[in-house]
């Protein structure tokens, strides 16, 4: 397959794990040496999966695929939660989930669907005041976040292993998982953190037919190799 990625591409990216999205736009940006790139919605460096970049004059489609309807798989950990809501910051409360029934994880995951009022983490890049909420957080500070309505398609839970739940979530633009797995934990009495997360569709983009890292880094081999031939 041959790219034209000045003219424009839209590339699908399994993004790695502990990435940030801007350490992947960067490093696709100086192995293939294009200039006009950008992605089209972030991802956290706590999750993995599919991350859209756009090239050249398809830069311009960045608002409309971020628009598009999302999915995820991952898991949450019941009766732990964190500041973050996630496993960037250690754990700050646990609790016994003995009591815990599977149809009260069940039941509870359900009355999330819908069109919804969401409050963001604090530890997001949600601005307050002129600032990052999460640079406030990092400081210590504290800051009021206003809800947002976002609408869950669905929010499945997969299997129950312990305190881990496994789940897949179809949701709209701006929901926040580690929001969903925080309030699940609330709406349970037993606190919850997401452990892990994989966005695996947006739209009709799927990351079984992403590019990994590597995969950009033989394309950009290709390239050189091509232009040696031709020269």
Known sequence: MTYDFAAGEILLIDKPLDWTS??????????????????????????????????????????????????????????????????????????????????AIYEAAHSFVGTI?????????????????????????????KPRSITVKSFDIVSIDGAEVAFKVVCTKGTYIRSLAHDLGQKLGYGAHLSSLIRTRIGEYKLEDALTIQDIQEIRRAQIEADGSNS
């Open 22 to 103: 801007f350490d992947v736009v960067k490093k696709v940006r100086n192995t293939l040496r294009v200039k006009k790139i950008g992605h089209a919605g972030t991802l956290d460096p706590l999750a993995s999966g599919l991350l859209i970049l756009c090239t050249g004059k398809f830069t311009k489609r960045i608002e409309e695929i971020q628009n598009q309807e999302k999915e995820y798989t991952g898991t949450i950990t019941i009766g732990q939660t964190t500041p973050s809501y996630d496993r960037e910051t250690p754990v700050s409360e646990t609790c016994d989930i003995s009591a815990i029934t599977p149809k």
């Open 117 to 145: 009022e969401q409050v963001p983490p604090l530890y997001s890049a949600v601005m307050v005041d002129g600032k990052r909420a999460y640079d406030l957080a990092r400081k210590g500070k504290s800051a009021e976040l």
